[in-house]
Nanobody, 126 residues
Framework: QVQLVESGGGSVQAGGSLKLSCAAS????????MTWFRQVPGKDREGLAALVDDGTSTYYHDSVKGRFTISQDNAKRTLDLQMNSLKPEDTAMYFC???????????????????WGRGTQVTVSS
């Protein structure tokens, strides 16, 4: 089992920055694929970024490439998402998710990820 708890959401003006964190505790032996998704009401969850927790691979969706950075803090046992140059269209609920599919770590299909946090809201005003 993997328990995930997101924090760091809030309201910010366009062009601003926020850093999201996902506190992770895992009883699973082996590599994990750790990801960030977001969801706007009425739309499907959108995969943003992913990394394998042994540091061997990272991935970014084109919509956030160059603006968002995914990383892990091994000392704090957190998965972080640094979000810069935020836009109003980044407004969404942001979720941390994990799976054992480390050999193909891509946030493409939400159903591939059995472990989810409850989310943290990000609101970007123009």
């Amino acid at each position: 089992q993997v328990q995930l708890v997101e924090s760091g959401g809030g309201s910010v003006q366009a062009g601003g920055s926020l850093k999201l964190s996902c506190a992770a505790s895992s009883g699973i032996i082996g590599r994990l694929c750790m990801t960030w998704f977001r969801q706007v009401p009425g739309k499907d969850r959108e995969g943003l970024a992913a990394l394998v927790d042994d540091g061997t691979s990272t991935y970014y969706h084109d919509s956030v490439k160059g603006r968002f950075t995914i990383s892990q803090d091994n000392a704090k046992r957190t998965l972080d998402l640094q979000m810069n140059s935020l836009k109003p269209e980044d407004t969404a609920m942001y979720f941390c998710a994990a799976s054992t599919r480390a050999w193909f770590c891509r946030p493409t299909i939400p159903a591939d990820f059995p472990f989810w946090g409850r989310g943290t809201q990000v609101t970007v005003s123009s």
